[in-house]
């Protein structure tokens, strides 16, 4: 029987026993990691700065143990997306494989959803776009744009 790791779970009846830091600190850096495209050593200088030493892999951990029982719990509370969404797909390098990512984005910059898959095919797209208007903050869109074909620097969009 393998064993789980013990900071890969978050206990439902007190999440954050037996930790050196405080829940607040904790919930900072989660949030601040998951807002914004900064690494850990970043993050780790941004507590340093506001007087919490703590550790780059520290973060790390908390990331794994915290980021999704936090979006599971702040997915209700999203603001419902518009009718207009832009999606694009990329190739990007995750553990060292290239894989496809799909993302969908409204108008006003908030994202809807995204999904990596292995292969770009018709069968990703159909499940990239059931996951993302299956969530609970989307609407059935009024436009789709695909944003290489109507980008600033598309043939289209000149």
């Known amino acids: 029987m393998a064993r789980q790791r013990q900071a890969a779970r978050v206990r439902q009846d007190q999440p954050f026993k037996g930790r050196q830091f405080t829940s607040e ?12 495209p900064i690494s850990y050593r970043d993050l780790e200088l941004m507590l340093l700065d506001r007087g919490v030493e703590v550790d780059h892999t520290t973060i790390f951990r908390w990331i794994q143990a915290y980021a999704a029982e936090l979006e ?44 990596l898959s292995a292969k770009r095919d018709a069968e990703a797209a159909k499940r990239f776009f059931r996951k993302a208007l299956a969530q609970p903050h989307t609407v059935n869109p009024r436009t789709i744009l695909n944003a290489h074909e109507n980008g600033p620097t598309s043939a289209h969009g000149n």
């Open 25 to 36: 600190v904790i919930l900072w850096a989660v949030r601040w990691y998951l807002m914004f």
């Open 72 to 115: 599971k719990r702040i997915r209700p509370h999203l603001r419902m997306s518009n009718g207009s969404w832009r999606v694009d797909e990329t190739y990007v390098k995750v553990k060292g494989r290239w894989t496809y990512l799909y993302r969908a984005v409204d108008s006003r910059g908030q994202t809807i959803d995204f999904l």
